[in-house]
């Protein structure tokens, strides 16, 4: 006992110390005399009744218990552990034997996992989730009191430019010194969180009048004014507020974020530097929309979201050579919520990002089950949103779904519009170049329909050309149509890329394609969006017969 890393204790069975080991003494300290001494005396006061509670316990049953106890050291109170036992001594005593393991680790690591959940890494500020919990209190307390309240939301007037030409290790030191700004700005009372990039968001309760908001707005708009000196630069800034009052405006948590957030922009548009109370006549997102994004999130814990996939068939055999991974919501009551309502939504709000690692790792999963079931290597295609494709993650997300799958780089095609490469196109090259060393290949989609500069299928790695429905949907009959479709099929053969046609829904669509020398088609006419079990179903079937119907069987033989 005298060796055991752990503090040792045994007892009488009327809970006075009868031992104590050397570790257990060192720890205490000698504040308190130890042999004859009550245990419940060295443990903080709110544990002495759990601790009485447990010694009589064990003393009645003989059964073994664990008890988290705050014991009084010589430096503070410090949790241990305590595995309480009791067993009869050589005299026929009963006694109780206690050793109890330093806690303090466990406790510190979990009261920081605790934090992490619920504040901004960044700024130590709260987050969206412990704002929405400190929203719904205070809506408690308004509607007990009767007493309204604000709640601002301030966005940082030039901030991006501070973050792209210094880089983001300023433009994180700017934020912090920001919302260290703010928080001293604001009352105890009041809640300040960052809620993503450049833009926090303050509950203020009991201010609800015109004066007391200009008051406070002011007092924030001109904290921020201040030049901030980080390293050798000096940075000015500003800042735009937006607010809405409850219960003038909303009276739950979710609308007043949103009108907050939409009377920022009306500041922004109107000069900045200014506060923005909301007014029936400011543009914000529709009231559907709003509760749609708060479904959303309640959608991400419930796993509504799910997959279909489309087959991508070769042109000339029929066959499958793999599948598009198209992203579906199955809303409780909603049913089926199409992707153009909750895909800008989710772009908007960042949960896309959350949504799209996701659907990559599972998308990369599913392939090796179809091929499990085809016999022969297949190919998954994944699009990528802008905003995935600018986060600084984007590139671990990919590692972590190619390791967990198991599956080939080549196997994986990231299909990207033409938009998203021309925002940036020396971010977009440096991406690009780093997903090609990783073998994924890259596909542009929906091609003709953006930027279309023939300059950047010689600058960046692309390997897969999809051209968009539009200039499929009137074929043969369109003579424009036509015009573009074999300019696409000709370039692409000249710089050895794929072609993927998507949309076709006739025979003679796929004719026409098959003739001209079109690779690859996507359409109704050889498979509607389906869900894995259907895509799996479809797989088999076309291992006895082509996918497409047997009259087209014919087409091109």
């Not at 922004?268 to 909301?278: A, F, L, N, P, S």
């Not at 977009?428 to 994924?440: D, H």
């Amino acid at each position: 006992m005298e060796e055991a890393g752990d503090v040792v204790f045994r007892l009488d069975q009327f809970g006075q110390l009868l031992f104590a080991s050397q570790r257990a003494a060192a720890r205490i300290g000698g504040a308190v005399p130890l042999l004859g001494a009550a245990l419940t005396k060295l443990v903080a006061d709110a544990d002495q009744a759990p601790l009485t509670a447990v010694l009589a316990e064990v003393t009645e049953s003989r059964a073994t218990r664990l008890l988290e106890v705050r014991l009084k050291t010589a430096e503070a109170e410090v949790w241990h552990e305590l595995r309480v036992s009791c067993y009869t001594a050589a005299d026929d005593a009963t006694e109780v034997l206690i050793v109890g393991r330093d806690m303090t680790i466990q406790h510190a690591t979990e009261e920081r996992l605790r934090h992490l959940a619920t504040h901004d890494a960044l700024t130590e500020l709260p987050n969206r989730l412990l704002l929405s919990d400190r929203m719904r209190m205070v809506i408690a307390n308004a509607r007990r009191s009767g007493q309204g309240f604000s709640v601002a939301t301030i966005g940082l007037d030039g901030f991006k430019k501070v973050n792209d030409g210094l880089g983001h290790p300023i433009g994180d030191a700017l934020l912090r010194m920001a919302a260290g700004r703010l928080r001293k700005t604001l009352r105890d009372s009041d809640t300040l969180a960052r809620v993503g990039g450049d833009e926090f968001v303050a509950i203020l309760p009991g201010t609800a009048s015109e004066a007391q908001i200009k008051l406070v707005t002011g007092r924030l708009i001109a904290t921020l004014q201040s030049p901030f000196e980080i390293d050798s630069h000096t940075i000015y800034l500003g800042a735009s507020v937006g607010v809405s009052v409850y219960p003038q405006h909303a009276e739950d948590e979710v609308r007043l974020v949103a009108l907050a957030d939409a009377a920022m922009s009306r500041a922004k548009e109107t000069g900045k530097g200014r506060c923005v109370v909301y007014s029936q006549g400011h543009s914000g997102p529709p009231q559907h929309d709003i509760s749609l994004e708060a479904a959303m999130f309640q959608a991400v814990r419930e796993g509504e979201f799910l997959l279909y996939y489309q087959p991508i068939v070769d042109a000339q055999t029929r066959e499958i050579q793999g599948f598009e991974t198209l992203m579906r919501w199955k809303h409780p009551t909603l049913g089926m919520v199409p992707p153009a309502r909750f895909i800008p939504i989710a772009e908007t709000n960042g949960l896309i990002n959350l949504l799209g690692a996701w659907a990559l790792k599972a998308a990369c999963v599913q392939l090796k089950q179809f091929e499990e079931v085809a016999k022969r290597p297949l190919y998954i295609s994944v699009n990528i949103s802008p905003r995935q494709f600018r986060n600084d993650k984007f590139l671990d997300v990919l590692d972590d779904a190619i390791a967990f799958s198991g599956l080939l780089g080549e196997q994986l095609v990231l299909e990207i519009t033409e938009g998203t490469l021309m925002i940036d196109p020396v971010h977009a090259e440096s991406i690009l170049s780093k997903m090609t060393e990783r073998k994924a290949r890259i596909a542009i989609d929906d091609f003709g329909t953006g930027y279309s500069s023939l300059a950047y299928l010689k600058r960046f790695p692309i390997s897969v050309l999809k051209i968009d429905r539009a200039f499929i949907r009137d074929l043969p009959g369109s003579q424009k149509d036509g015009a573009i479709c074999n300019a696409v099929l000709d370039l692409a053969k000249h710089l050895d890329l794929s072609v993927v046609a998507e949309g076709v829904e006739t025979v003679e669509q796929l004719q026409y394609l098959e003739q001209r020398g079109c690779q690859y088609i996507q359409g109704y006419l050889t498979g509607k969006p389906m869900a894995a079990n259907v895509a799996l179903a479809a797989l088999k079937e076309s291992m006895h017969r082509k996918v497409v119907p047997p009259e087209l069987r014919q087409v091109g033989q």
